[in-house]
């Protein structure tokens, strides 16, 4: 078992969600990522997702795109990031990594080098937000060669069929996407996001992990109810944008008050 | 035969490929959107009351078919035959509209209650505004801030034929900006809303969808070729940005021994700023299609930089990617300062003022009766997609030449 189905389990056993924090590496400078990863873990993430910034990011509202901005300004290229994540683990920080964003960098590192590199940096898997089923294979089987864990998106117009075949590609969770809608936006129904948790829990018999909308401990709650984690991203991405290089502490305290919010 | 769509060479239907090029890179939220689409196409591609009525359309409401016109005068001037082929003359004043009275109807049929675009030089947004107000659909295009200054006057338009215009402020204020924001819209209102893209890019079935609307131009040509001049070509010549227009009269010629040019927007030098990834980018990623595109090692986008808005786009349409590695045709390009050259040359020569993208296909003629005379070819025969009108771009042209005639004296 790789260390993100390990967190997922361990959370479990604790009769809590596990929750996953996203945060979008190099922002507000590649310096201050590791102590921002740090301050999560030490905030009561069991998974961090660390985005990639990407020029053009279709899934994104305001506060990524502008967070990916920043990034890419400040010079964030997917081999900093990989060493930031070498860093962390030098550092003695064991928080599962999933590295989490779009196709085209990968791409342009290449498949195999990409998925060689993240895994001997300290990455535990991967989430490409733009490979379907469908286009997923050859990336995927790289992933698996290389050792990583493979996190795939189900959304609310996915039939269960699909969802199903969706899963079984799964190794670490499934990630479930509580409305169609960029990430940022406001919830409209977590309840009915938790509901579908629990069918797609069923359907795949993966660990749902639920995002998009998720902002504040009373919203964890709701998700968590029925779901074997919590994603937290635009939330965590905005308190970076207000406090800039030394976000650190607040970031810890705002994981501290979602984590709360994820036990049952 | 029409009803039943033969697909085109190299495309495989089950992945949405054009050889290696294409598919469907979106998110999840959109897979099942795109097969709802797929299906709707296929189905309304294969029954005669579709096309009857799309026909009826294309005839009495946007007039075709458009003529093909000798140039002579032009013709002298290049040392070639030119004949074009008066997309300007379609109603809106582009090719563009062939595609959106076609999709148009599609997002009808499926009974979408809500139509949007993106837009580069507006062209799009004008003929999708336009079909939305035939069909009787509310339309909202997304148009990078940058065009929205550039081509003031199709804001107007596309508002006046009441549709919602969005000035997209993120990334380089352009065309690849006004899609990502299209994409994002689509994303959240995926159940009602119809996304009418505007040149054959985007995740499979878009390139099919439009080249098959825009194949119109190319069975049309081809017939007043054979008709009016008594025989085929010996080249295609077509601009390219997204390649809608391009892949259109190109696929009336695909199966002749006929030369097929595409032209992209050099911009300031294939060195400096440009907008022409067929001829120096690098196959990637965007917009939910593998293709060339201009991109960074890093694998970030690339700002394109064309005097037209319309080719001011960083990727290009798959099957202009898949043509290019078959060889099948030749992509070229023509800089801002040739094409503005062309603009001018064929205002006055033949008294017709072409948009910006269009003059870049003009531009290219002079080089490619050179390379066919080179070839052996006496008295060359061009074709040459005159893909839309130049009203839009009056004020940039005329800021252009002005600043060029006050550096002469
Ligand atoms: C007149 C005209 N020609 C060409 C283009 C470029 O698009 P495409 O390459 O899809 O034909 C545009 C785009 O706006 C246009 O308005």
Known sequence: MGRIAEAMARAESEDRAALIIYLCGGDPSLAATPALIQAAAEGGADIVELGVPFSDPTADGPAIQKASERALAGGATMAGLLAVVEQVRAAGCEVPILLFGYYNPILAMGEAALCERAAKAGVDGLLVVDLPLEEAPPLREQSAHAGLDWVPLVAPTTGLDRAEAIGATATGFVYSVSMTGVTGSAATNLASAADRAAELAKATGQRIAVGFGIREAADAAVVAAQAAGVVVGSAVVRTIEREGEDAAPAVRDQVAALAAGCRR | ?409
Not at chain 2, 162 to 172: I, L
Not at chain 2, 336 to 365: K, M, Y
Request: proline residues 5%; aromatic residues 6%.
């Open chain 2, 1 to 409: 035969m029409r009803e039943t769509l033969s697909l085109p060479p190299g495309f495989d239907p089950v992945t949405g490929r054009f050889g290696r090029f294409g598919g469907r890179f979106v998110a999840e939220t959109l897979v099942p959107a795109l097969d709802e689409l797929t299906q709707a196409f296929f189905q309304a591609w294969s029954d005669p009351k579709f096309h009857a009525e799309l026909d009826l359309r294309l005839r009495d409401y946007v007039g075709r078919e458009t003529p093909l016109y000798h140039a002579e005068r032009l013709s002298e001037a290049v040392g070639a035959q030119v004949w074009l082929k008066r997309e300007d003359l379609a109603h809106t004043g582009a090719h563009k509209v062939n595609n959106t009275v076609g999709q148009v109807l599609l997002a009808k049929r499926m009974g979408k209650t809500r139509v949007i675009a993106e837009t580069g030089a507006g062209q799009h947004g004008v003929a999708t505004a336009t079909a939305c107000a035939l069909f009787g659909l509310p339309c909202e295009v997304f148009m990078g801030a940058e065009d929205v200054r550039r081509q003031a006057p199709n804001v107007k338009r596309m508002e006046l034929l009441g549709a919602k215009v969005h000035a997209v402020q993120s990334g380089s204020r352009t065309l690849k900006d006004a899609m990502n924001e299209a994409l994002r819209d689509w994303v959240t209102n995926v159940e009602t809303t119809y996304y009418c893209v505007g040149s054959a890019a985007g995740p499979h079935p878009y390139p099919l969808i439009v080249r098959e609307l825009q194949a119109v131009v190319g069975r049309e040509a081809r017939e007043q070729c054979l008709a009016q001049h008594g025989k085929l070509p010996d080249a295609v010549l077509a601009c390219v940005g997204g390649g809608s227009n391009a892949i259109g009269i190109f696929a009336g010629f695909l199966l002749d021994e006929v030369d097929l040019v595409g032209v992209e927007a050099a911009g300031e030098g294939l060195e400096g700023k440009h907008a022409a990834p067929l001829n120096a980018g690098k196959a990637g990623v965007l917009h939910g299609a593998l293709s060339y595109l201009l991109q960074t090692p890093d694998g970030q986008i690339g700002e394109a930089h064309s005097i037209s808005a319309g080719l001011d786009y960083p990727g290009v349409g798959p099957e202009h990617s898949y043509l290019l590695e078959k060889k099948r045709a030749r992509y070229v390009a023509a800089t801002d300062a040739e094409a503005l050259a062309a603009f001018q040359q064929l205002t006055r020569l033949e008294g017709i003022i072409p948009a910006l993208e269009s003059a870049h296909a003009v531009a290219a003629c002079g080089p490619v009766a050179e390379s066919l005379r080179a070839r052996g070819v006496t008295d060359p025969t061009l074709l040459v997609c005159l893909s839309g009108r130049g009203d839009k771009d009056l004020d940039t042209a005329l800021e252009l030449i002005g600043a060029q005639d006050g550096g002469a004296h």
